[in-house]
Each structure stands twice: as C-alpha cells, then as structure tokens.
C-alpha cells in the first residue's frame, strides 16, 4: 500500500487521465504520441507503485473501477490547473508575446491561410507566426501551441471554440471538364471520374434527386492533394467551397454544379486556443483578422460554371448551370 508521496510517479499521472477519459490503451497512445506498450508499462507501472489496480480490463477495453474513478477525482483538478499554468508561462516566457503558435490541418494551411501570409505580415509586422501542419489533433499545452484551426463537431475539452466559418462541400472541375459538362444535367456528372469519398458522392447525388453509385476513381486522405487532381483534370471533386476560394477566382477550377452537401461531412472551421489566451493581444488580432479575411475570401466568389471558351457564338459568356435536372428524377446505376 502507498504510503508516501515520493512513491508515487507523477510523471504517469497525465497517461492515467488520458486512459481514464478514453478507455480505450490504443486510443490513449495515438493522443499521447506514444506506442501501445508504452502507454500500457505506465499504467502498470502506476498500479504496481500504489500497490492496487485502478481499471478492469475487459478484453480490448478497459474501464476505471472504484479505486481509479476516486484517483481521478482527486488528480484531475490539479492536473487541469498544471496545464493551465504550462500555457500561461509559455506565453510570458521570452517569444511568447510577439510569436504564434499555430497548428492546422494541411488543406486548410496549404489551400487557403499560406497564401494569404503576406497579408497577415502587412497587417501585423510585429507578430510572428510559426505555422504547423498535421493531420493529428494536437495537445496545445504539452506541444507548446497558442491556437488551432480544426473541423469537427467540437467543443474541445478544456479550450475555447470559436466557430469561423461554414464550407459546404461543392462539385468541382476543371476548364476542360467544364466546358464538357456546361448545359447538362445534373446526372451527366456520372459519367466523369469522380475523386475522394464515394458515400459522400451519392448523398450529393441523391440531393439532387439522383440515386448513382458512385465508384471514384481515386481518393485522398488530404482535401488539398483532391483539388490539386482536380486542377490537373484527373477527375471532379465534391471538397469545401473555402479550399477551393482561390483556385476558383484564377479559374483553376470551376464550380460546377450550384447544389451544395451541407451536412455531418461539411462541419464547420474553428479557432480553438487556452482560455487563458483569450484577451493575449497576439491572440486577439489573429482571431479579428481571421474573420476579416475568410468573409473577403467567401464573398468574391464567382457563380457557378462560367468557363472560358464555352459562350454561344454572339456572347461573352454562358451561365448555363449542370444542376438542371428536374427534383425527383431517379437513375440507378
């Protein structure tokens, strides 16, 4: 039985909550960053010191039993208030307060904040920003970052969450493949390659009144490798409208079709960050220009499909739309 503080190894306290909270050892070390076997030796270890066991496995899973429910009572507080006090210091440290630490996911960075980084230089010289792309949810506190831009249904455990923007998913092409499609219906997009997430493809289609099953010729596990093989013609892309703002505007794609898919697969962007940071005047002027910048990007959008080449003889252009057909119509494939 534990009988001292000095037993008790308080470096795997962290790994206990982590558990505790997920009851799942795999989940657990894909949040940490640690392996399966090394989240397990601590938990083990943890048990062993104290002299009791804190979880009942249950095959894969395991769950907190009496003992550890009553630990995590009591460690979790103070846990909450060390991260907490990790943040603060980080910012008072010496970059702290003229540097951001940013984490996002890769599309997000790629497609729409890095080209507007010349912006955010201009508007703040003064703040640095240091930019970090990751498919992972990061750990702001332990991995030393003062925000994030996520998607997700949110809200994050133990940060603010300030919603940024809805992005719908919309059907996009290339000049060829709009210039092919210009004037057809809606149903007409079968019959070109389709790229990404098939599911996500026919709940398009049959909110269009048409029910396809749609087989992609190619799909990715980053939004901004889809578009990049859409811009190359490789097939059409159903992605979010905000990653495709710039390339739409230079007529590297073309909206295709005006539907748009707003539903569980088109969440919403945020701008989570510590509570502590809410009034951090680097914070603050990242959040103000965020929204500046994401309004001024959504409303110069152009109308759905007015390629280049593709007008009558007599006009400059054509705004025939693809989604045409008529509501209700249905077409198995």
Do not use: C
């Amino acid at each position: 039985m534990l009988n001292s503080m000095a037993r008790l190894p308080l470096h795997v306290l962290p790994t206990f909550r982590t558990v505790a909270r997920l009851a799942n050892l795999r989940a657990a070390a894909d949040e940490l960053h640690l392996t399966h076997s090394a989240v397990s030796q601590q938990i083990r270890l943890l048990e062993e010191q104290i002299g009791f066991q804190l979880f009942d496995r249950r095959g894969r899973r395991i769950a907190l039993n009496n003992a550890g429910s009553a630990l995590l009572r009591a460690v979790e507080p103070a846990l909450d208030q060390i991260d907490e006090g990790l943040r603060a210091a980080s910012v008072a440290a010496g970059g702290g307060r003229d540097y951001l630490r940013v984490t996002s996911l890769p599309s997000f960075a790629q497609r729409w904040l890095l080209p507007r980084m010349a912006s955010w230089r201009a508007a703040h010289p003064d703040i640095g920003m240091e930019l970090h792309a990751s498919q992972q949810v990061m750990d702001l506190s332990r991995e030393g970052f003062h925000a994030a831009l996520r998607t997700g249904s949110g809200p994050w455990r133990g940060l603010l969450a300030e919603r940024l923007l809805e992005s719908p998913l919309i059907v996009l092409g290339s000049a060829q493949a709009a210039r092919r499609l210009l004037g057809r219906p809606v149903a007409a997009l079968a019959d070109e390659p389709l790229l990404g997430n098939g599911p996500t493809w026919e709940r398009w289609f049959a909110l269009a009144g048409e029910r396809i099953r749609v087989k992609p010729v190619a799909w990715f596990n980053d939004a901004g490798m889809l578009l990049q093989a859409a811009e190359q013609d490789l097939g059409l892309a159903l992605a979010r409208e905000v990653l495709a703002a710039d390339a739409l505007r230079e007529g590297r794609l073309y909206r295709l079709a005006s539907l748009a898919l707003e539903d569980e697969a088109s969440y919403p962007y945020w701008l989570v960050y510590p509570p502590e940071l809410r009034d951090w005047p680097p914070l603050q002027a990242l959040r103000s220009w965020l929204s500046d910048e994401l309004a001024a990007s959504m409303k110069t959008l152009p109308a759905p499909l007015t390629p280049p080449g593709t007008a009558p003889e007599g006009r400059t252009e054509s705004r025939s739309r693809v989604a045409t057909a008529a509501p209700g119509r249905r077409r198995a494939r």
